[in-house]
């Protein structure tokens, strides 16, 4: 009980030296659980950020494409090739994320350019925690970098998420059952009650319908309230 509470007090210590991007750019994260659609979203928000007329950067976390060496070793524990414990897991995407963003994120924000990701720091925290990792840990691996102007967490029941995971046909990756799934559910639920610039949205429905909560979300954050897209920790 007192480690809880004193892990608890850490955390709390910790989220008031995030800084949210704060260049001419903006940053925006869909996050979610595993087979709920969060790169499928990340795109059709992209496709309507482009049709207003700007520059949108779309991505996604791990990163292996291209030259994503850290996303590619990721991707070989995930589908189970290789093994790795929770902590130096998670310890393995901040350094593919400190990566990404070097190569990819922070000169297209330094540009202006409005960067999607399909999964950011966000996903290490709640991925990490129902690993078992405190999640003050998990949250100053992370304090040095931007901290996305926007994340969108889309909730799906874990049973349709392993109903889509089923559909694929590709055989389950390291993190895709019912119990983890579960605990990675609520670890986002409790995220977005302490961490800055975190909105939970159904991710029910038709790709369309999602998407309409999306850009609605998006509308009300960055074209419709002004003040509300840069909040304080």
């Known amino acids: 009980m007192i480690l809880h509470r004193l892990e608890g007090q850490l955390f709390e210590e910790i ?14 994260n ?8 969060n790169s499928t979203q990340a795109a059709l928000l992209a496709r309507y950020l482009r049709e207003r007329g700007l520059d949108v950067v779309l991505t996604a976390e791990p990163t292996d494409k291209e030259d994503g060496e850290y996303g590619k070793a990721i991707r070989r524990i995930l589908q189970k090739e290789r093994t790795l414990p929770p902590l ?3 310890q393995l995407y901040c350094v593919d994320r400190g990566d990404h963003l070097d190569r990819l994120i922070l000169p297209a924000l330094n540009r202006g350019d409005w960067v999607l990701t399909a999964r950011y ?3 290490t925290l709640a991925y990490g925690m129902a690993s078992g990792v405190p999640a003050w840990q998990l949250l100053a691996m992370n ?25 694929r046909k590709k055989g389950k990756e390291l993190f895709e059952s019912a119990l983890f799934l579960r605990k990675t559910l609520e670890a986002y639920h409790c995220l977005a009650g302490k961490l800055p610039c975190v909105e ?4 029910v429905g038709t790709e369309e319908e999602v998407a309409t909560h999306v850009r609605q979300l ?4 960055f074209f419709l309230s002004p003040a509300k897209s840069n909040p304080s920790p």
Request: proline residues 8%; contains cysteine; negative net charge.
């Open 15 to 28: 989220v008031p030296l995030l800084e949210i991007n704060s260049a001419r750019g903006k940053l925006i």
């Open 30 to 37: 869909i996050d979610t659980l595993d087979g709920a659609g």
């Open 88 to 90: 130096p897991l998670q």
């Open 121 to 123: 720091s966000l996903s």
């Open 143 to 167: 304090v040095g970098y931007p901290w996305p102007n926007l994340n969108i967490v889309l909730v799906v029941p874990v049973e349709e998420c392993l109903s889509r995971i089923e559909e």
């Open 200 to 203: 939970l949205v159904s991710g």
């Open 218 to 221: 998006v509308d009300r954050w």
